[in-house]
């Protein structure tokens, strides 16, 4: 042991540890949590009337209209297409190929429609294209004669762990003039594909015959997105529509018979929870509003479809859901928390690198935190920092007309990196196997404003990550804006 025994010396090193106490309190607080106090307000939060022209009919007698395409198979080398016939069934064909008006293959697919209360929908067409081949453009067209609309799509480069690919992440959209607004500056992202994670139409927010209309008013207000890039969806409370005064006690009715997942490719069963791989990324797609505590059939496919997961090909994992499972927003407070008991080892576990959510409409960011040491006899009872744990994002923000969630809980917690009541989107572009651009979006008085960003370092290919000592706000996996240039 050396002992310092220099008077000059033993007087400076008080001196160094006071220095480094003060820097490190300085470090430490630039990670501190952020609750920004905008408030975007400009728009009203009621829906647009329905003689706007975002919803306008296609012109031409039974012309195909509300068309929105999903993945169709587990690895992106299909697609399901949907569209809505107003008048009678038509044609159930959709015409495709690799040149614009020049179709070279012929898929055939199914029709059905539904009644809800005194409503009657239209002629739901659902088919699928498969034996697509990878980063393709394809063109299609559906209808038949003088009526017929024709539309394109690309398909994802080939699984491989370097695949770069941009992924949009909208939540509780609406048919507003704020979710307008998302809609518009989503267009600009550049994005390849939405992940949706729940509350699409806000139907249920009417009664009677008025929740089919709005429910066909939503699809006419998203095909000019939804027809050309596909979007992975999941269901939030407002798709269940139990309505015991309506007679009306299926829950998902409505949503099930309009939006098909391709559930089977994953060996879910059922269209409420499943799992795709798109690029370099495995995503997870779970329902809030089913039964997922152990031995439901939910539980058991998701342990099973995490063993899948091989991080070697598909480095990046993902898992959406609508009820956000860490959330300091007094809205739906802690709603997310017996699925967060039911699955948090499993997501820490298996190091998930993002968690998306919505239900709360504002826009919140946590470090990588877990509480996964709590039973019910003893262990720590609150998050802590935990470099195998996943990001959670809420991104409820995407318009609808319930409005803003602007109360957020005070003080702000721990595992709480930024949060704001503002309307918007998010975007996760992976640039290879090892990093990805987060962003989300502000919807600032009709424009788009990048407010929040990050890099995400991938959880599987980032394991030299030095493991930071368990200390208020640090950031384990992700860095601040400020040192994307040095990046």
Request: proline residues 5%; contains cysteine; aromatic residues 16%.
């Amino acid at each position: 042991m050396i002992v310092l025994k220099d008077k000059k010396m033993g007087s400076i090193i008080p001196q160094f540890l006071l220095i480094g106490f003060i820097l490190f309190n300085f470090l430490d607080n630039i990670h501190a949590g952020v609750t920004s106090s905008f408030i975007r307000s400009e728009w009203p939060s009621v829906d647009i009337p329905l003689d706007n022209e975002v919803f306008a009919v296609p012109s031409g007698y039974n012309a195909p209209e509300q068309v929105h395409i999903t993945q169709g198979d587990y690895d992106g080398k299909a697609v399901i297409v949907i569209w809505v016939t107003p008048d009678e069934p038509g044609s159930n064909q959709v015409k495709y190929g690799k040149a614009e008006k020049k179709y070279d293959f012929t898929a055939e697919g199914t029709v059905k429609n539904y009644t809800f209360y005194d409503y009657t929908s239209g002629y739901i067409h659902e088919c699928l294209i498969n034996d697509l081949e990878y980063d393709a453009k394809y063109f299609y067209e559906i209808g038949e004669g003088e009526s017929a609309r024709s539309f394109w799509f690309q398909t994802p480069p080939k699984i491989d762990p370097n695949a770069s690919y941009k992924f949009g992440i909208i939540g509780d959209l609406g048919q507003t003039y704020n979710s307008l607004s998302t809609l518009e500056h989503y267009i600009q992202s550049g994005a390849q594909t939405v992940l949706h994670v729940g509350d699409l139409s806000y139907a249920d927010r009417y009664k009677y015959h008025d929740m089919g209309v709005r429910w066909d008013s939503y699809g006419r207000f998203v095909e000019k997105i939804q027809a050309y890039q596909p979007w992975i969806w999941t269901v939030g409370n407002h798709e269940i529509e139990y309505m015991p005064y309506m007679n009306e006690v299926v829950p998902f009715k409505q949503y099930l018979y309009r939006y098909p997942t391709p559930y089977a490719a994953s060996e879910s069963s059922s269209p409420l929870w499943y799992a795709i791989r798109r690029a370099s990324a495995h995503i997870i797609v779970l329902s809030s509003y089913s039964p997922f505590v152990k031995y439901t059939p939910q539980y058991k496919w998701l342990e099973a479809e995490f063993k899948k997961v091989d991080r070697k090909i598909t480095p990046w994992l993902i898992v959406i859901m609508h009820a956000p499972i860490y959330n300091s927003n007094s809205a739906h407070y802690m709603e997310g928390e017996s699925m967060r008991a039911a699955f948090e080892s499993w997501f820490v576990q298996y190091k998930v690198d993002v968690i998306f959510a919505g239900h709360v409409h504002a826009y919140e960011r946590s470090y990588r935190i877990s509480n996964i040491q709590y039973n019910i006899t003893g262990g720590v009872s609150y998050p802590v920092p935990d470099k195998s744990a996943p990001v959670y994002i809420t991104v409820g923000d995407g318009g609808n007309q319930e409005g803003l969630a602007s109360r957020f809980n005070d003080p702000q917690p721990d595992y709480s990196a930024f949060r704001e009541a503002s309307y918007g989107h998010s975007t996760l572009e992976i640039m290879n196997k090892t990093h990805a651009f987060y962003h989300w979006n502000r919807n600032d008085d009709g424009k788009k404003v990048a407010t929040d960003s990050f890099v995400l370092k991938n959880q599987y290919w980032n394991k030299s990550l030095r493991r930071r000592k368990l200390k208020k706000n640090y950031l384990h996996a992700t860095v601040p804006t400020r040192q994307l240039d040095n990046l």
